[in-house]
């Protein structure tokens, strides 16, 4: 029998589904919804049922990317229009006191092509408004490894400071500031206390138990978040849920093995590919959307302590899905969606930022009118946190 979770995702598949594009090209791997896989939801909506138009704006049909992705605002987000020099990745927004946005995010050549991003650099851009435009404001800690930087997130500290961190390219490294404009120094690097089990490189590797000395996997993706108790949490690559109470640099204890292992609505099949987790707290939960770039689909999870008892509730994106639409009908298919991130107003979410690119990423070679920028795209999260409210 089919549970009525069930029936809700799959239906809300079918709402979308005619929305997405007719053709796909021949480079273009099928999107992960032709496999019609229901996803369990708990609430009256699946995560994905939550976003709303993009703000009106006048759309490009000339702006740099493949036809697939179709007329857009060049206006949003950051990017460079003329795809001349920049690649831009990751993505973080926070709003300052004089009510200006600050996005922080990475770059590289996008002559060198996307396989490059190993040599990016962190940035921070600004915008007056929360969709943008957000102008580059150049590398955050220049003289620090010539600005070296990858998956950058930002956060507000305990005590009222700023940090940014940085995987993938550093071994969590933490920069902090008493404002968001800096300047940006390095506080250290965040240690680990394996001492339950042991930090994995991908939700498809086992992590020993009671094995402290053990060598731990290279920090990426870490998705950091200042809990409601005071303590800070991160969320890996490998979905493993890690703590510290004694500040942003730990030591976290990693505090078991992966959460989607033997979830519920989570695929199992192919684990290795799980990427990019976000991590919150809103409306009494701890929330986390994760991306299976296999697939090209993303799940959103839930739990009432952040560290156990984690649900599945529903599908969280997917780029054939056309939830990234227009009042006027147009829509937005970006081949990849990459390095969520969400932007918290008043205890809600009240946008995700995605980092996207509009061919396969093999195709991006460099000088060829294809790369990355990072979308603005409007979501409402307090309709979110109500209807979730009630759930046992």
């Known amino acids: 029998m089919v549970s009525r979770s069930s029936k809700l995702a ?6 979308l589904a005619p929305m997405a594009s007719p053709t796909v090209g021949a480079t273009q791997p099928p999107a992960a919804s032709t496999a019609v896989e229901a996803v369990p939801t708990l609430g009256p909506k699946p995560f994905i049922g939550y976003f709303k138009p993009m703000p009106r704006a006048k759309l490009s049909s000339t702006a740099w990317g493949a036809a697939e992705v179709g007329p857009r605002d060049p206006r949003n987000g950051l990017e460079d229009g003329s795809m001349t020099r920049w690649n831009y990745w990751d993505g973080q927004i926070l709003k300052g006191a004089d009510g200006k946005y600050r996005m922080f995010a990475s770059r590289w050549d996008q002559a060198l092509g996307h396989k490059a991003w190993g040599q990016s650099l962190g940035v921070s851009a600004i915008s007056d408004t929360l969709f943008g435009p957000y102008r580059d404001r150049g590398l955050t800690w220049p003289e620090n490894q010539g600005g070296l930087g990858h998956n950058v997130t930002a956060l507000k500290m305990h005590d009222g ?38 930090l994995v490189k991908t939700p498809g590797d ?46 976290y204890t990693v505090m ?42 993303a799940y959103h999870m839930i739990s009432r302590d952040g560290i156990t008892g984690w649900r599945v509730q529903g599908l969280a994106y997917e780029p054939g899905a ?71």
């Open 256 to 297: 078991g093995d992966s959460v989607y292992r033997g979830l519920d609505g989570i695929p199992q099949r192919d684990m290795r590919a799980f990427e990019d987790p976000v991590v919150w707290f809103s409306g009494g939960l701890y929330h986390i959307v994760v991306n299976q770039w296999r697939e090209r689909r």
């Open 161 to 198: 400071r700023y940090a940014v961190v940085v995987s993938e390219t550093r071994g969590g490294d933490v920069f902090v500031s008493d404002g968001l404009d800096g300047p940006w120094t390095q506080l250290g690097t965040i240690s680990l206390d394996q001492s339950r089990f042991q």
């Open 206 to 251: 086992a992590a020993l138990r009671d094995t402290p000395t053990a060598t731990p996997a290279k920090p990426a993706n870490f998705s950091v978040m200042l809990r409601p108790d005071g303590a800070y949490q991160i969320v890996p690559r490998s979905g493993q849920i890690l703590i510290s109470r004694t500040g942003i640099l730990g030591p």
């Open 322 to 392: 056309d939830f990234i639409r227009y009042a006027d009908g147009a829509r937005n298919n970006w081949n990849k969606l990459e390095r969520p991130g969400v932007v918290m107003e008043n205890g809600h979410v009240v946008a995700m930022t995605f980092a996207v690119v509009d061919t396969p990423k093999d195709d991006q070679t460099g000088n060829n009118g294809h790369g990355s920028k990072i979308i603005v795209v409007p979501f409402d999260g307090a309709a979110m946190d109500r209807d979730l409210a009630g759930l046992p």
């Open 10 to 15: 799959a239906a809300a598949a079918l709402l």
